[in-house]
């Protein structure tokens, strides 16, 4: 209790609830196109007046929730050397990395479906493949790329850690669930093997390419000018900095924003839940005056054909709240 850790600006909120019930002060690091920034995370260290220097970085690199960012290899290499120089573990908490896409949106897609390639395509490295020292404790998950409810995954630390992790397991979940444990055993050793589980993977990633693209060409339609945003080249979130206009500066903004966007009938969760600043954190980042809002979209569950209606709706809920003599918004919807 009373430690800090340094975190993404923007992150997983079941993290934050995490660090918060045990204690731990989350420390905002500033991030950019490609997620945390090296030179802000030195320079935190550097400058920090706490009782106790940090001692671990919590990020996820890859298809980061909510910002969709993702680290180049020489992004993840300077973070590491950051680690190194500073004496951070990092926790690397990754359940996207197979997620990973093509880096832009290609000229035209089907609606057919996503017809996947015999290619395999090159992933990005882990920070765990980079770790020379010991310092990497990486979390994975079958929750993104098999079925959410499976609530699965895998841990590659050193032993010494493991075994703490264990000892942690059996006195408080005891163990994850033995049926689904069996399941993705079955599955994954008898049915599909290596070569099954890749072709797995192959698909995935063309749906979600598909998906992306068309949900990113919608977006360039109906919200140009309304919000700015980074396309994700993993993962399945987009996350898009909304331009209030004029009410910018008004804390009524956003809160009239999400009200609006319910009566018009379109969901997208807004960037406080993902907020590692406030009154558990251990430090505030510099402002210049005017907040930035977000809102985070997820492009992986809803229907294809309700990406246009949907943000044809945004769009209209944005207008009204943006400019006193915009259009009124949206009707209710109907279904």
Same mark, same amino acid.
Request: include cysteine; charge should be neutral; proline fraction near 9%.
């Given at each position: 209790?009373?430690?800090?850790?340094?975190?993404?600006?923007?992150?997983?909120?079941?993290?934050?609830?995490?660090?918060?019930?045990?204690?731990?002060?989350?420390?905002?690091?500033?991030?950019?196109?490609?997620?945390?920034?090296?030179?802000?995370?030195?320079?935190?260290?550097?400058?920090?007046?706490?009782?106790?220097? #940090?001692?671990?970085?919590?990020?996820?690199? /890859?298809?980061?929730?909510?910002?969709?960012?993702?680290? !180049?290899?020489?992004?993840?290499?300077?973070?590491?050397?950051?680690?190194?120089? &500073?004496?951070?573990?990092?926790?690397?908490?990754?359940?996207?990395?197979?997620?990973?896409?093509?880096?832009?949106?290609?000229?035209?897609?089907? &609606?057919?479906?996503?017809?996947?390639?015999?290619?395999?395509?090159?992933?990005?490295?882990?920070?765990?493949?980079?770790?020379?020292?010991?310092?990497?404790?990486?979390?994975?998950?079958?929750?993104?790329?098999?079925? #959410?409810?499976?609530? =699965?995954?895998?841990?590659?630390?050193?032993?010494?850690?493991?075994?703490?992790?264990?000892?942690?397991?059996? !006195?408080?979940?005891?163990?994850? !669930?033995?049926?689904?444990?069996?399941?993705?055993?079955?599955?994954?050793?008898?049915?599909?093997?290596?070569?099954?589980?890749?072709?797995?993977?192959?698909?995935?990633? +063309?749906?979600?390419?598909? &998906?992306?693209?068309?949900?990113?060409?919608?977006?360039?339609?109906?919200?140009?000018?309304?919000?700015?945003?980074?396309?994700?080249?993993?993962?399945?979130?987009?996350?898009?900095?909304?331009?209030?206009?004029?009410?910018? +500066?008004?804390?009524?903004?956003?809160?009239?924003?999400?009200?609006?966007?319910?009566? =018009?009938?379109?969901?997208?969760?807004?960037?406080?839940?993902?907020?590692?600043?406030?009154?558990?954190?251990?430090?505030?980042?510099?402002?210049?005056?005017?907040?930035?809002?977000?809102?985070?979209?997820?492009?992986?569950?809803?229907?294809?054909?309700?990406?246009?209606?949907?943000?044809?709706?945004?769009?209209?809920?944005?207008?009204?709240? !943006?400019?006193?003599?915009?259009?009124?918004? =949206?009707?209710?919807? /109907?279904?």
């Amino acid at each position: 209790p009373g430690d800090a850790i340094l975190v993404d600006r923007w992150t997983f909120p079941g993290a934050l609830s995490s660090l918060v019930s045990a204690k731990v002060l989350p420390a905002p690091v500033p991030m950019d196109g490609e997620g945390m920034i090296p030179e802000a995370l030195d320079s935190i260290c550097q400058t920090w007046s706490g009782a106790a220097p #940090p001692r671990a970085i919590y990020l996820v690199p /890859t298809g980061q929730n909510p910002t969709g960012t993702t680290m !180049s290899l020489a992004r993840r290499k300077a973070i590491y050397a950051v680690a190194q120089k &500073r004496n951070l573990a990092i926790i690397e908490d990754d359940p996207y990395y197979f997620l990973q896409l093509p880096p832009v949106p290609l000229p035209s897609h089907s &609606r057919r479906g996503a017809e996947h390639s015999d290619q395999a395509q090159d992933l990005v490295p882990s920070l765990l493949s980079l770790d020379v020292d010991g310092r990497v404790i990486r979390l994975d998950s079958f929750s993104k790329i098999l079925a #959410p409810n499976l609530r =699965c995954g895998w841990i590659t630390a050193p032993t010494y850690i493991l075994d703490k992790i264990q000892i942690l397991n059996e !006195s408080t979940i005891l163990q994850p !669930s033995g049926l689904s444990q069996g399941l993705i055993s079955k599955l994954l050793n008898d049915t599909w093997g290596f070569d099954g589980w890749e072709a797995h993977l192959r698909e995935l990633r +063309a749906v979600y390419t598909l &998906r992306r693209n068309l949900f990113i060409q919608a977006v360039d339609r109906h919200l140009a000018g309304l919000v700015e945003y980074t396309v994700p080249t993993a993962g399945m979130f987009l996350w898009m900095k909304v331009n209030l206009g004029s009410a910018a +500066a008004d804390p009524t903004a956003m809160p009239r924003l999400l009200g609006t966007m319910k009566k =018009c009938g379109v969901m997208m969760a807004p960037d406080m839940p993902f907020s590692s600043t406030g009154p558990s954190a251990a430090m505030e980042p510099a402002t210049d005056g005017i907040p930035e809002r977000y809102l985070r979209a997820a492009f992986a569950l809803v229907d294809i054909d309700m990406f246009e209606p949907a943000l044809k709706r945004l769009a209209q809920a944005i207008a009204s709240v !943006s400019d006193a003599h915009s259009a009124p918004a =949206c009707p209710p919807a /109907t279904s």
